[in-house]
């Protein structure tokens, strides 16, 4: 997957999941500040992202994800491997 199909993606989860407006998804859009997720939302997107990928996401994966740029960045690494 491209980092682009991934965005893709990853916008059409969180319009689904959380009812984010599609123009808040940029790839500068902070989850928390600016997507009103909350630790239990991120919770729910890991296992998205782990149906995605179909690979484990351990929690140290993503503790320094703050932006949507940073979600694709680490779904990309992770398809990589």
Known sequence: ?????????????LQ??????ADKVTPDARLF???DLDSIDAVDLVVRLQDLTGRKIKPDQFKTVRTVSD???RVHD???E
């Open 78 to 80: 992770l398809l990589a």
């Open 16 to 21: 689904e999941m959380f009812e984010v407006a």
């Open 71 to 73: 979600v694709v960045d």
């Open 1 to 13: 997957m491209t980092r682009e199909e991934i965005f893709a993606t990853l916008s059409e989860y």
């Open 33 to 35: 500040e600016d997507l």
